[in-house]
Structure formats: C-alpha cells, structure tokens
C-alpha cells in the first residue's frame, strides 16, 4: 500500500517562504515521476510543478522563478521551495506520486494535503 504524505503548510506573510515536503512509502514499484498540485477554495485543482526521474521539472507559469521542485531520493521525499508567496498562493497542495505502467498506463497515488495560507 503506498502512501503519500504532505508536510510544511502554514500561514505565511506576502513575500515570505515555506518548503512543503512530500514522502513517499510503502511503494513497491518505482515513482518516476512527483507532481506538486493545489487547489484554491471555488477553483479547479492546478499542477504547480513536475519532477521526473532524472530530476526534469516542469512548472507552471505564476510560480516559476519563485518555486522549486528537489527530490530526495534516498529518503523517497520530495520539496517544493516556495519564496516570495502571494496571497494568490493560498491553497491546499498535494503531492502525487505517479508510477508509468509498461502499458502506458499510469497508477496515480495521493497525499491528504496541506494548507498554505498567504495573508496580504
């Protein structure tokens, strides 16, 4: 049974940081690929930002420049470096862990969340 949790939401001030952290456990198989998403009350769920196995990345458009995406490994953990947060910011984030199947076909695990709270 995989399991996947988040940790590190807070309330922050504008223009303050917080790194969330993501672990991953119970996983038999690879996770090639950890996806940092969050959703805002009454807006859709959004991906923030992407790591690949080989440490690729990928982000979304208002984050870049002030959000970074680490993994660790060794400690089956991943990081999402947040500075200079805006009280656009303010959603609960969520870690995916994503596992490609040979048929193409992907298994899609979830973490519960973490609030961050960004107060203007």
């Known amino acids: 049974h995989v399991h996947v949790a988040e940790s590190g939401g807070g309330l922050v001030q504008t223009g303050g940081s917080l790194r969330l952290s993501c672990a991953v456990s119970?996983?038999?198989?690879?996770?090639?690929?950890m996806v940092w998403h969050r959703q805002a009350p009454g807006k859709q769920r959004e991906l923030v930002a992407a790591i690949g196995a080989e440490d690729s990345t990928n982000y979304a458009d208002s984050v870049k420049g002030r959000f970074t995406v680490s993994r660790d490994n060794a400690r089956n953990t991943v990081y999402l470096q947040m500075n200079n947060l805006e009280p656009e910011d303010t959603a609960v984030y969520y870690c995916?862990?994503?596992?490609?199947?040979?048929?193409?076909?992907?298994?899609?695990?979830w973490g519960q969340g973490t609030q961050v709270t960004v107060s203007s």
């Open positions: 119970g996983s038999t198989v690879s996770i090639e690929v």
């Open positions: 995916n862990a994503r596992h490609n199947r040979d048929d193409l076909s992907v298994d899609d695990y």
